[in-house]
């Protein structure tokens, strides 16, 4: 599934791929990935695969891993991940030594999604719509025009929050701001009792 997944994905981001010595495992199936195609958007952009190396727009791999990113907003107990590929609302994929995991941005929890890239592939390609929020993006697009490189669409309301999953409720923002802006939330939410209340709010 994995080479449906590159054949209908859209030009590769980044046009070499040097891979590192140290990838072997999860990160050996995604050398291979990428070592067919560097970096893609697919779905009308509601899926991406990030590009290994130099890459400003979409942020490369290497960079969007570094914890100072966003990652650091989200003040929570997680495990050793490394993020390849997101949703159209930054619902992140990621490596992890379960296997490929989902990460929540409104909420920091992560689903095991598959053992390996191939398993991930075969999932996505049969529920794209559950995995990259496809007919919102098209939606969306078909209003606003093209998602520019480097956006994601967050909710206005967030879908925790009972947010509707319509594009009337869909903001365009920068990747990282909106990763930032969500990790605040999350880590609120995780020390918010039942009933209370928590203040949602965009951050540069």
């Not at 891979?19 to 991406?48: I, S």
């Not at 598959?114 to 939606?139: C, K, P, Q």
Request: glycine share 10%; with cysteine.
């Amino acid at each position: 599934m994995l080479d449906k997944l590159i054949s209908i994905g859209g030009t590769a981001l980044v046009s070499e791929f040097r891979p590192p010595e140290t990838w072997d495992g999860l990160k050996g199936e995604l050398c291979d990935l990428l070592l067919r195609k560097n970096g893609f958007y697919a779905f009308e952009a509601a899926l991406l695969v990030r590009p290994f190396g130099e890459s400003l727009t979409p942020i490369s791999l290497d960079p969007w891993n570094k914890p100072d990113l966003w990652l650091d907003a989200y003040r929570l107990d997680l495990p050793e991940l490394y993020f390849f590929a997101e949703d159209v609302f930054g619902g992140q994929f990621a490596l992890s030594k379960d296997g490929v995991v989902s990460f929540d941005p409104e909420t920091g929890k992560l689903e095991r999604v598959s053992s390996s890239l191939e398993g991930w592939a075969e999932g996505l390609l049969d529920d794209y719509d559950y995995f990259t929020g496809y007919s919102l993006a098209s939606a969306w697009q078909k209003e606003h025009g093209c998602l520019p490189m480097g956006s994601r669409l967050i909710p206005k309301q967030l879908f925790v929050l009972g947010g509707d999953f319509e594009s009337s409720n869909l903001m365009c923002v920068k990747d990282v701001r909106g990763m930032r802006s969500r990790g605040f939330f999350a880590t609120e939410l995780k020390d918010v009792p039942d009933g209370g209340q928590v203040t949602f709010e965009l951050v540069d």
